[in-house]
């Protein structure tokens, strides 16, 4: 059974800071491709960060460039995501999800399994 189980997140002001991990069993961790999404309130889900198997490519959406930062410890099954300078549009439900392959897709179909989601909720 595959499980990818998030921990971090919660309640943070403007231009504070916050990171989380995602902990993979059930999966070969190393044959993955690894990323974060996220869905703010009425929105649909979107990409904001991918890494490679290996962790030598990495992706992140043009609105998060420069300010979310996402790395992987393949010895503990987990990949990470640093997240800086928050701003309230940062505000949703964030997820962590796994696919098998090369790269660091960005397409949210590609990606088989999806974490459980944390909140990030940013006040102004």
């Known amino acids: 059974q595959v499980q990818l189980v998030e921990s971090g997140g919660g309640l943070v002001q403007a231009g504070g800071s916050l990171s989380f991990s995602c902990t993979a069993s059930?999966?070969?961790?190393?044959?993955?491709?690894m990323a974060w999404f996220r869905q703010a309130p009425g929105k649909e889900r979107e990409f904001v960060a991918g890494?490679?198997?290996?962790?030598?490519?990495?992706n992140s959406a043009d609105s998060v460039k420069g300010r979310f930062f996402i790395s992987r410890d393949n010895a503990k099954n987990t990949v990470y995501l640093q997240i800086n300078s928050l701003k309230p549009e940062d505000t949703a439900v964030y997820y962590c999800?796994?696919?098998?392959?090369?790269?660091?897709?960005?397409?949210?179909?590609?990606?088989?399994?999806w974490g459980q989601g944390t909140q990030v909720t940013v006040s102004s």
């Open positions: 890494i490679s198997r290996r962790g030598d490519i990495t």
């Open positions: 999800a796994a696919r098998l392959g090369l790269g660091a897709s960005s397409t949210i179909d590609e990606y088989a399994y």
């Open positions: 059930g999966i070969i961790f190393g044959l993955y491709n």
